[in-house]
Structure formats: structure tokens, C-alpha cells
């Protein structure tokens, strides 16, 4: 399986922050790397997909780069509505592993 | 608008059996992979299986594996996922999310139900 590890598993942060989240892959995935976040009693909410594209919907302050095994998830001026759980996710193969997640708190 | 809602939640007892559904609306079911994923208590979100759009490709998660099947009827617009030998690390709250797929092959969740709640006690 692949290993997802996402750095770091918490972070605080204020309103108008700019703040970025990293994930690491034990396997290239190319570009297979999505982003989600997820709010308690909530559905999760797809952020991005093939690791830099956004979501129809998705405010441009979140943007995403990387390939291979190193990927980043960047929110520029922090809204009250983005303190949440943040995952990524590689779709390269099954299963479809997620990393531990990363509390985004104010 | 795409909605997905799942159903057949309950408290079971170890070992026991349950069916979750997915009803699906809003897009041709037909034409979609699904995925089931699951959240512990205090746990991060785990991706369980997924099905192809005619249930030629099916995959699980090891966790599951021999115990869970998932299944689909494209006449119902509806997903399903038998659980049987229900463990107690079993206990959380079931998603159901449609995959799309690019025309390259990249695939992401791009819609998912509000989950069902499984206690398995």
C-alpha cells in the first residue's frame, strides 16, 4: 500500500493567515493527489484534485502544487469557513490511501 | 444537483451482519465508479472499496477484505455495502462518494453522502 504522510498533524493559525499543508507519498503517484476537507457531522468536500486543480467552487484562495511524492496545499488569507480537517488523498492505486489528516485550528 | 444518501445505520453486535445503501440522483449512476470510505471516532477517513461503473473492477481495503462486499444495481441508482463478521473497530460513520474519472485516468471523490453511523456493540 501506499503510505500517505501529511506534515503537520495540527496547526494554529489566525484569520488572514497564509498557511500550507504538505504531503508525502512512499511511491511516486505522479499527479494521482487530491485534497479534501472535512468539517465534524459533515460530508468531506473535494478541494482539488490531480494535486494543483481546483474544485468547481472552491474559493482561489487554496492552491496546490507538487508531483511524484512531495505535495503541498496552500490557503492564503484564512476565512473563518477554512478551519476545518484537511486530507490528502492518492487515486495512483487501491487502495485509495489517505493521509492522517491535518487540524487546521484557530 | 448530484445527491447521494446513505441508509442502514444502526447498533449491531460483533459479529453480526448489516447492508448500507446509497441512493443516488442528479447524474447518471450508470456512468460513475463509487467508493465507500469510513471515519472512526476520532479517527482519520479510511477508503474502504470502490466499483466500477458495471462492476467489472472492484477493490477493498485489507481491513475489510473477505468480510465487506460491495455491490450496485444501475436500475435502482442505488449502492450497497454488506458488512458481515462486524468487528467493534468497525464502529463509524459509513460515506458513500461518486469517482469521477478524467479522460487520463486521474480519478478523484467528487461528490459523497452526508454518512451513516455504524456502532458495532
Known amino acids: 500500500d501506499i503510505q500517505m504522510t501529511q506534515s503537520p498533524s495540527s496547526l494554529s493559525a489566525s484569520v488572514g493567515d497564509r498557511v500550507t499543508i504538505t504531503c508525502h507519498t512512499s511511491?511516486?503517484?505522479?499527479?494521482?493527489l487530491n485534497w479534501y476537507q472535512k468539517k465534524p457531522g459533515k460530508a468531506p468536500k473535494l478541494l482539488m484534485y490531480t494535486a494543483y486543480t481546483l474544485e468547481s467552487g472552491v474559493p482561489s484562495r487554496f492552491s496546490g502544487s507538487g508531483s511524484g511524492t512531495f505535495f503541498s496545499l496552500t490557503i492564503t488569507s484564512l476565512q473563518p469557513d477554512d478551519f476545518a480537517t484537511y486530507y490528502c488523498?492518492?487515486?495512483?492505486?487501491?487502495?485509495?490511501?489517505f493521509g492522517q489528516g491535518t487540524n487546521l485550528e484557530i | 444537483d448530484v445527491q447521494l444518501v446513505e441508509s442502514g445505520g444502526t447498533v449491531v453486535q460483533p459479529g453480526g451482519s448489516l447492508r448500507l445503501s446509497c441512493a443516488a440522483s442528479?447524474?447518471?449512476?450508470?456512468?460513475?465508479?463509487m467508493n465507500w470510505v469510513r471515519q472512526a471516532p476520532g479517527r482519520g477517513l479510511e477508503w474502504l472499496s470502490y466499483?466500477?461503473?458495471?462492476?467489472?473492477?472492484?477493490k477493498y481495503a485489507d481491513s475489510v477484505k473477505g468480510r465487506f462486499t460491495v455491490s450496485r444495481d444501475n436500475a435502482l441508482n442505488s449502492l450497497y455495502l454488506q458488512m458481515d463478521s462486524l468487528r467493534d473497530e468497525d464502529t463509524a460513520i459509513y460515506y458513500c462518494?461518486?469517482?469521477?474519472?478524467?479522460?487520463?485516468?486521474?480519478?478523484?471523490?467528487?461528490?459523497w453522502g452526508q454518512g451513516t453511523l455504524v456502532i458495532v456493540s
Open positions: 511511491h511516486n503517484v505522479n499527479r494521482y
Open positions: 442528479g447524474f447518471i449512476f450508470s456512468s460513475f465508479g
Open positions: 462518494a461518486r469517482y469521477s474519472l478524467e479522460y487520463n485516468g486521474y480519478g478523484r471523490d467528487d461528490h
Open positions: 466499483i466500477s461503473s458495471t462492476n467489472v473492477t472492484i
Open positions: 488523498q492518492q487515486s495512483f492505486r487501491t487502495p485509495h490511501t
